[in-house]
């Protein structure tokens, strides 16, 4: 029989994948050229969400726009709030001002936030790839989280806590204490999720030596955070361009070699057990004190102020009405968010808005890299890559 003659041009077919589908973690369409089922190229088509979030930033005040920052990364909100008030404060000259029992709570709750974002990312990762047990035993977790955030500030998702200036309000009596449980239990049940993946051989199959990405290629694609950690690059920014009480305390840095799916998981396993480590030692320094600056042109005037006195209730009129202004310049100031590098650059003309704000949000740089990741490999790797990268589309599509 003569085998029918097809030409290499032929064979190759082009496929949508999304924008519906459930493993996308988001909004996604992606179009990948297929040869069988081995990729040649891919492209990530993004922007289907619309937010607009920059140009809302350029029609409030500084203070109106923190609760939209919550809605960046919804799944680290209170990471988010920490970047763009830190972000605020340096364009104000104020950094060095914020009280430190402030900045110790800050620090709790980025932490406490890594540790939440992270279960989500490895409950939905182990489940697109098909294990289902790691799913629950995360979000079993996470809710401890989420009861202390909610003792907190009264919510699960957006909080709206960190605030210019400090925080919203102290620890309530019994966070603490919640707090110390959670970090004498959290340490056992990360050992749970090694013995159900780290050595399954469904899970090495599916995550060995799939998306590939060199040190070279992650340092000129710009991808941050554990993506890049799992590629030999040494680099985190709460270490290496310290803020806030970073400095004082004592954590490694976890970094891989392989620069695969694999190497990214084992990044992140250890970033939480060491911001667990972080967490005990907050509990031992934090120390007693106010959690606003008080007396300063910069923040609102305490509440209890704005009931008794004529004076304060019209200073915080004005700066609602008007903003409050800030210094003209421009700065940038980025923090070591779950998923990298959020960033957050303000120019300002004087007035009490900004004049122009841009986001630089590590979901949308770390997807940028995937056609390098998937090239030769087969689709059914695209939902591995895609966990292993984290991302939420509510930052990517800002």
């Known amino acids: 029989m003569n085998k029918t003659y097809v030409p290499e041009n032929e064979r190759e077919v082009i496929v949508n994948m999304g924008p519906q589908h459930p493993s996308t973690h988001g909004v996604l ?28 930033a350029e029609n409030m005040t500084y203070q109106q726009f923190t609760p939209f920052t919550d809605r ?31 900045e110790y709570i800050r620090v709790i709750m980025a932490e406490l936030g890594r540790i939440a974002s992270h279960l989500v990312w490895l409950a939905t990762h182990a489940l697109d790839i098909g294990a289902m047990t790691v799913f ?17 500030c009264g919510n699960r998702l957006t909080y709206n806590y960190v605030r210019i200036g400090g925080v919203a309000r102290d620890l309530p009596d019994g966070f603490l204490d919640k707090l110390k449980e959670f970090v004498k239990l959290f340490p056992s049940k990360v050992k749970e999720y090694h013995t159900l993946l780290s050595k399954n051989r469904i899970w090495l199959k599916r995550t060995k030596n799939i998306g590939y990405i060199s040190k070279q290629d992650a340092i ?13 690059i040494d680099w985190d920014l709460r270490r290496d361009m310290p803020y806030s009480v970073y400095p004082e305390l004592n ?15 084992l990044v992140r396993m250890d970033e939480m057990v060491q911001s667990n480590r972080i967490l005990e030692q907050c509990i031992e320094k934090i120390p007693d004190g106010p959690v606003m600056m008080k007396d300063s042109p910069y923040v609102w005037d305490p509440k209890e102020d704005l009931m008794r006195k004529n004076y304060s209730l019209m200073k915080h009129f004005v700066k609602v009405v008007q903003g409050i202004k800030a210094p003209v310049g421009e700065i940038y100031f980025g923090a070591e968010n779950p998923k990298g590098e959020l960033g957050f650059y303000i120019y300002s003309n004087g007035e009490g808005v900004p004049y122009r704000m841009k986001i630089r949000s590590p979901s949308f740089i770390n997807l940028s890299a995937m056609p390098v990741m998937l090239k030769g490999h087969y689709i059914a790797d695209i939902i591995s890559v895609i966990g292993s ?10």
């Open 220 to 232: 000129n694609w710009g991808i941050a955070g554990p993506c890049t950690r799992g590629s030999s």
């Open 72 to 102: 960046l990364d919804y799944l680290a909100s209170m990471n988010n709030n920490f970047a763009y008030v830190m972000a605020v404060e340096k364009l104000f000259g104020i950094s060095s001002d914020i009280p430190k029992r402030a």
């Open 389 to 398: 990268l984290d991302f939420v589309f509510g930052e990517c599509d800002r």
């Open 136 to 152: 629950l035993y995360c979000f079993r977790e996470r809710e401890y989280i989420l009861d202390m955030y909610e003792m907190a």
């Open 29 to 56: 369409r992606f179009v990948v050229k297929l040869d069988g089922e081995r990729i040649i190229e891919s492209d990530p088509d993004v922007g289907y969400l619309h937010r607009g979030f920059e140009k809302f």
């Open 251 to 265: 954590f490694e840095i976890p970094v891989y070699h392989n620069c695969d799916v694999y190497d990214r998981y």
